[in-house]
């Protein structure tokens, strides 16, 4: 091979690297620090899945976004160094035995095609990212929030009373809204004048003083529903709680109310949704609307 067929592009080896993390490195004959490379491109989607299984906590939410920080400064760095080691290669590269085409080729189609099939199983089985865009659900999630749900936990688990799901709604296409289930299969669920009624016991709620979460003319109140409370805002403009005649939540369904009870649209409107409807469980909010206070886990 002669001088210039030797001579490494830095514009090929950034190229390479951006196909697949490591691969420029090869291409200038550093085949160890290639591979590792390569090797810990791959690793982003095990170690989310991993994250996914342990109990919800903030610390959990930093090392997710510390991981997607890490990748993508994986890719710069290899792209950053890969640009270095082919001007210091010189003129006279002596290619390797797997300085190949063939070698170039297979990795890249891995390069391209595994971070593509990852973030689709990831999005669809793990975690995915949602925006919500009203107050349904305020004082826990607002208008403007972006927060993950969980997939993993929900597929392997029955939702709970007080748990906040994500679902698709029926008989809107392609829609997902976010509630609070409060009724399982079996329970006897109803609303009457604002209050709810689960097997024939009324919610008790605790009226929070001079809440901050409350905009004017809302008042703020813990609930509490089979041994956990959360917040629930109640007035706030005309609107009026529906009520909802005492029913019996069918076999893989589920009754959900909005926080927000007298401006969401739930089940008192729609009816029951099923299991097989529901996402995924509402787990962390990494981009409040608001204060940076509410960043991480869900708070009750």
């Known amino acids: ?87 210091a290669a010189g003129e006279a590269f002596t290619p390797r035995d797997y300085n190949r085409p063939v070698v170039y080729l297979l990795l890249g189609l891995v390069g391209l095609i595994y971070p593509m099939a990852a973030v689709a199983y990831l999005r669809g089985h793990v975690f995915e990212a949602f925006l919500i865009p009203s107050g349904d659900m305020a004082p826990t999630l607002l208008a403007g929030d972006r927060f993950l749900v969980n997939k ?13 799901v994500v679902f698709r709604v029926p008989e809107r296409h392609g829609q997902n809204w976010v509630k609070r289930v409060i009724g399982l299969p079996g329970d006897r669920v109803a609303v009457r004048d604002g ?7 009324k919610l008790e709620r605790d009226r929070v003083p001079d809440s901050h979460l409350a905009p004017l003319g809302s008042q703020v109140y813990a609930e509490s529903l089979a041994g956990r409370r959360y917040f629930v805002q109640l007035g ?57 206070g509410r960043f991480g886990v869900l708070r009750p």
């Open 236 to 292: 706030g403009g005309d609107a009026k709680a529906a009520d909802f005649a005492e029913k019996s939540v069918p076999e893989g369904s589920y009754f959900v109310l909005g926080d927000n009870r007298d401006h969401s649209l739930d089940s008192r409107a729609f009816g029951f949704i099923a299991r097989g409807d529901i996402v995924g469980g509402a787990a962390y909010i990494y981009l409040p609307a608001e204060s940076w």
């Open 195 to 201: 209050e709810v009624f689960v097997n024939g016991k």
């Open 152 to 164: 993993v936990v929900t597929a392997s688990s029955t939702p709970e009373r007080g748990d906040v």
């Open 1 to 87: 091979m002669n001088e210039a067929q030797s001579k490494r592009s830095p514009w090929v080896a950034v190229a390479l690297s951006l196909v697949s993390t490591g691969l420029g490195h090869i291409y200038c004959g550093r085949i160890v620090r290639g591979l590792a490379l390569f090797c810990a491109s791959l690793l982003f989607a095990p170690f989310a899945f991993v994250l996914a299984l342990l109990a919800p906590a903030t610390p959990v939410l930093v090392l997710l976004i510390l991981a997607v920080l890490g990748v993508v400064g994986l890719y710069l760095f290899a792209a950053v160094d890969a640009w270095r080691l082919s001007r």
